[in-house]
């Protein structure tokens, strides 16, 4: 355990010591002496952040209701606090038992940013565990890590001991109990490796290597030794209704990005938009019964005290009993001033019913991602909403009484022209004239209205994976295209920072030897990529510079079809001929129809819709 006196003195000088005290409601204390397993759980991003990600909250409790098994958590320290660490020599510790994280089993992080892999290095650094997992011996934790930017691990392939491809709950007990067993008998860290490389799922990059061809594209990948498999299929739960669910959630002191009970109602997409990596790597959709939400929110609501119930998935309103949902939620939290959230809603699948539910504890803003400014492009990525869509939409909300109203798009979508890009500017500006054209009576509150601009990356596993990211001075030309266009009090619009967006596609697309990058990165002074206060835009180009790494090869590069990827070695469950034959679609601007009214064929086992793999 880390001296206590030592760190008393740090919190005194500390910006929100309660990030680091941790003793929350809810969160759980075992005697580290008894337990044969521990297992720090981090997320490579500051407390308030972190403590709103569901992903914790599961596996936190999935791994403490174990009775030889402990959880606990640790986040990157804020600046002020890492400082006083080094200061004091205080290595990083988790935040139940304060005791130091290089003395857990395991250290697991979970991936749901690039930007966020110079802080894994500083949360290993601080915690005086070796970077580079081949530096790692006995006396060290094991390093892993899971989601959603796992399905392309090989970017900190160097660093990560071994990695969960996929739904984490099943596996992550199946994996620990290998390690009860190893531990109880000859124990050795190779050994365990090789056992657990075994599992489906489960991914360790020292048994393989990779073979260059001169122009930097990848000849093959080589397993180094006999019984790992050469494909890492991917991980998943089948039955949401009998999988692990907490019943109750840690409550912190400080105020997080969301004060709110999460509750997950169903996992998978169907609508198959183009850009988008979650709607392909979570298939098939499998939905959590109306009965088992409502019984869960009870639960976490009696146990939090939080006012708020949030209905999360990829797209919330798709969930197919939505209206009885709601109705039952609301008929169980109306007396008790409880809200129900839905976080962000498509256009097509929308009910203004299910809004007059909703508002009858809370009114809140509306969130629309429409994503792109024309219907063209929207036919390009596979939106499946019209404009039509959007007014119809809107026209009821405003009658209903609500006046802020968010809107979504990115730049720099395959095909993209300007008349598209000022497609952003012209649905702003009609969502406006759509509240100004009611009657005066009829108007509700003031209106605001924001529209938000990412810069589209392409990710791996989706239809876009081959198309180059646009330049950044391409970026910078459409995205003031539109804000010098607006000039009106009413219409907001805000933007992602190119140059984030460049760095993020080159990690998002790079193989192994962006481990290097992002090490030296890191050395060089770079931490919390995503803050834009922190974000150090020369030092990565400085340092690609005296890599001789070209970004561009990553980033901007159309790749065939033919080429291999470095990802390519994991199995989402949706094939790459389907992948591809949505790309080719894209180029002919077709769309494909939503697949709860008719199989794609994407190749993903396990699907119920009208004629997928189990029909």
């Known amino acids: 355990m880390i001296n206590q006196k030592k760190l008393d003195r740090v919190l005194k000088r500390v910006e929100r010591p309660a990030r680091y ?26 407390y308030d952040v972190g403590m709103s990600h569901l992903g914790l909250h599961i596996l936190y409790n999935l791994i403490n209701e174990e009775e030889d098994f402990l959880c606990e958590r640790v986040f990157a320290p804020w600046t002020d606090m890492e400082e006083e660490m080094r200061h004091e020599n205080l290595p990083l510790f988790t935040l139940e038992s304060k005791e130091e ?4 089993d395991f250290l697991g992080f979970t991936l749901q940013y690039e930007m966020s892999y110079t802080n894994i290095l500083n949360i290993l650094d601080l915690s005086k565990i070796p970077l580079l997992s081949k530096d790692r011996t006995d006396e060290d934790p094991f390093v892993l890590a899971g989601g959603p930017c796992a399905y392309n691990p090989e970017p900190i392939a160097d660093f990560i001991d071994f990695f969960i491809i996929g739904e984490g709950e099943e596996v992550t007990i199946e994996i620990l109990q290998v390690y009860k067993e190893h531990k109880e008998g000859n124990w050795n860290r190779e050994e365990f490796l090789k056992s657990i490389a075994k599992i489906q799922g489960v991914y360790v990059p020292k048994f393989y290597d990779i073979v260059y061809k001169e122009d930097g594209t990848i000849k093959e990948r080589i397993t180094l030794i006999e019984g790992v498999p050469s494909k890492i299929d991917k991980r998943m739960i089948k039955d949401l209704d009998s999988m692990f669910s907490p019943e109750k959630m840690i409550v912190p002191f400080i105020e997080t990005v969301h004060d709110r009970v999460s509750m997950e109602i169903f996992r998978g997409c169907t609508h198959g938009c183009r850009f988008c990596q979650a709607g392909m790597i979570y298939r098939p959709i499998r939905e959590k019964s109306v009965d088992k939400i409502v019984e869960l929110a009870d639960k976490l609501v009696e146990s939090t005290g939080y006012e708020n119930v949030s209905l999360s998935s990829l797209s919330s309103c798709d969930y197919s009993e939505l209206y009885l949902l709601i109705t039952k939620l609301m008929e169980k939290f109306e007396e008790k001033k409880v809200g129900v959230s839905l976080p962000s809603l498509r256009l097509d699948s929308f009910s203004i019913d299910i809004l007059k539910e909703i508002e009858k504890v809370r009114k809140s803003g509306l969130t629309f991602a429409p994503e792109a400014g024309s219907q063209r492009l929207r036919d390009v990525i596979n939106k499946g909403i019209t404009e039509e869509d959007l007014v119809n939409t809107v026209s009821y909300v405003f009658k209903e009484g609500w006046s802020t109203i968010k809107l979504y798009f990115m730049v720099g979508l395959p095909t993209e022209t300007d008349e598209d890009v000022m497609g952003i500017k012209d649905l702003a500006y009609k969502v406006k004239d759509m509240f100004f054209d009611l009657p005066k009576e009829e108007r509700k509150g003031n209106l605001k209205v924001t529209a938000s601009a990412s810069c ?17 001075d391409e970026f910078y030309r459409k995205i003031y295209l539109v804000k010098n266009s607006i000039k009106d009090n009413k219409v907001t619009f805000n ?15 790079g193989d192994r030897r962006i481990s290097k990058l992002i090490l030296r990165a890191w050395e060089k002074g770079c931490k919390f990529d995503g803050w834009s206060e922190h974000f150090k835009y020369d030092t990565w180009i400085e340092t690609l510079k005296e890599l001789d790494m070209d970004g561009d090869f990553y980033a901007l590069r159309n790749r065939s079809l033919e080429e291999n990827l470095p990802w390519d070695f994991i199995n989402p469950g949706v094939s790459k001929e389907y992948l591809i034959r949505e790309y080719k679609r894209s180029i002919e601007e077709q769309t494909t129809p939503d697949c709860r009214d008719q199989c794609r064929g994407c190749g993903i086992k396990g699907c119920t819709m009208i004629g997928g793999e189990n029909n």
């Open 495 to 509: 933007y992602h920072d190119p140059k984030l967006s460049y760095l993020e596609a080159i990690i998002a697309r």
């Open 101 to 104: 994280v290089r003395n857990f």
């Open 21 to 46: 005290i941790g003793m929350e409601q809810n969160s759980v204390s075992k005697d580290l002496e008894k337990v044969k397993v521990k297992f720090a759980f981090s997320f490579p991003d500051i």
């Open 456 to 472: 589209f990356v392409p990710k791996p596993f989706t239809p876009f994976q081959w198309v180059g990211q646009e330049s950044m």
